[in-house]
């Protein structure tokens, strides 16, 4: 099962608009991650926040952990064209010691408009 | 561009066949990880290998299995395929074991589709 579900599903926004993304998670992490993936091709890592971490920026991106909420952000401010991509957020459970997988959302289809 | 390659791009077998899916790490990582993604879904963990050896498995069976090499490269490969093991199958490297922290390098996947 997912650990991660984002939400929304689908998002559709016009050019230079911000758009965001929200991610939920089940159980305790160590950070979380957020990931690209351009049609159906392979992902891309984006940025990654630790549990102790509250805000992180990256560029035009801003993610924030809420784990009291188990959830997460991706905000893209000035949403461009090439930023059309679904985004998934993942998670990885310690087990013994190190984390061995990576636990992915069903991800955000955004769609930004010339 | 990741510097993870994958092989083939696409392919196209019948159900009760057999499948061997490539990937070509970045040099100097020991780990690579294979996750299994289905029309409109996240990627699911299948397994990870590290320095040869499976070292993590996901819900998988045991028809899937895979292959690491010294040269950096790794198969999955596919037993009795059945209709619902099409999808996209994407392979990551990292330098280490610890997914949470080493970032992941994906390859750009190979498409399966089982008739």
Not at chain 2, 35 to 51: D, M
Request: proline fraction near 3%; include cysteine.
């Amino acid at each position: 099962s997912q650990q991660g579900e984002e939400d929304p599903q689908a998002l559709s926004i016009q050019e230079g608009e911000n758009a965001t993304m929200n991610c939920s998670y089940k159980t305790s992490i160590n950070n979380l991650q957020w990931y690209r993936q351009n049609s159906g091709r392979g992902l891309v890592h984006l940025i990654l926040i630790r549990s102790n971490e509250r805000e992180k920026h990256s560029g035009r991106l801003r993610v924030t952990l809420d784990t009291s909420k188990k959830s997460s952000s991706l905000l893209i401010t000035a949403s461009r064209a090439a930023d059309t991509a679904s985004y998934f957020c993942a998670t990885a459970l310690v087990r013994g010691g190190s984390a061995r997988q990576l636990t992915f959302g069903s991800g955000t289809q955004l769609t930004v408009l010339p | 561009e990741t510097g993870v390659t994958q092989s083939p791009t696409h392919l196209i077998k019948t159900r009760g066949q057999q499948v061997t899916l490539r990937c070509s790490s970045q040099s100097g990582h020991n780990t690579v990880s294979w996750y299994q993604q289905a029309l409109g879904q996240g990627p699911q963990f299948i397994f990870q290998y590290y320095r040869e050896e499976e070292n993590g498995r996901g819900n998988f069976p045991p028809r899937f299995s895979g292959l690491q090499f010294p040269n950096y490269s790794s198969e999955l490969n596919v037993n009795a395929l059945e209709l619902d093991d099409s999808a996209l199958y994407l392979c990551a490297s990292s330098l280490g074991l610890a997914v949470s922290t080493d970032t992941q390098y994906f390859g750009p996947g190979t498409r399966l589709t089982v008739l």
